[in-house]
Nanobody
Framework: QVQLVESGGGLVQAGGSLRVSCAAS????????LGWFRQSPGKEREFVAA????????DYADSVKGRFTISRDNAKNTVYLQMNSLSPEDTAVYYC???????????????WGQGTQVTVSS
């Protein structure tokens, strides 16, 4: 069982940067694939970024490629999402998620945090 808690959300101006974090408890994240998702009012939750449990592979939604960077620090049991060049379209609740242990893909997530609000003003 893994518990995930996001932090670092807030209000930022368009063009600015923000880093959100997700700290885990219950088990080490070293063997879990990790992902970030976001959801805006009236929309379905969408994939943003993911990183493999080995940390050697990353994937990004087309809408954030070149602007967002996912990283992990297994020693701190934390995954990060660095968001640069933010626009109002990035406004959403951002969620972190974890796969099953030793997952072979980054398509299925079984553990979810409660989310952190990111608001980008124009």
């Amino acid at each position: 069982q893994v518990q995930l808690v996001e932090s670092g959300g807030g209000l930022v101006q368009a063009g600015g940067s923000l880093r959100v974090s997700c700290a885990a408890s219950g088990r080490s994240l070293s063997i879990y694939g990790l992902g970030w998702f976001r959801q805006s009012p009236g929309k379905e939750r969408e994939f943003v970024a993911a990183i493999s449990w080995r940390g050697s592979s990353t994937d990004y939604a087309d809408s954030v490629k070149g602007r967002f960077t996912i990283s992990r620090d297994n020693a701190k049991n934390t995954v990060y999402l660095q968001m640069n060049s933010l626009s109002p379209e990035d406004t959403a609740v951002y969620y972190c998620a974890a796969t099953k242990p030793l997952a072979s893909s980054l398509h299925k997530y079984d553990y979810w945090g409660q989310g952190t609000q990111v608001t980008v003003s124009s």
